[in-house]
């Protein structure tokens, strides 16, 4: 029996510019969001820091099903690196392509 794993791609922007492929900053984020929504989701989720599309944004991989958690754990996240920051999602989606339209809109 194959399965296919299924995931959920969102694009999201923070309000300062942020290095996510930094280990640092990435690993403080992926810290805030377990404590929002709990070890065990938290490893069901399957964050994978995708990349940088620019200062701000962002692309991150989910589990399905988990991405409704992923989010509302970024709203909380307020502070990385000592620095003050908010995070907002602005799409959700199956495929990284479908994305690519606000990623660099013409």
Known sequence: MILKRKSRYLLAE???????????????????????????????????????????K???????GAEKKIVLALCFVKQINSHEVGFYTLKTSGTIRSLRSLQNPT
């Not at 929002?36 to 964050?47: C, H, L, P, T, W």
């Open 14 to 56: 923070a309000s300062v510019p942020l290095d996510l492929s930094d280990k640092r900053i990435w690993d403080e984020l992926r810290g805030a969001i377990a404590k929002f929504i709990g070890e065990k989701d938290y490893a069901d989720s399957n964050i994978t820091f995708i990349k940088q599309t620019d200062p701000t």
């Open 58 to 64: 962002f692309l991150l991989r989910t589990s399905r």
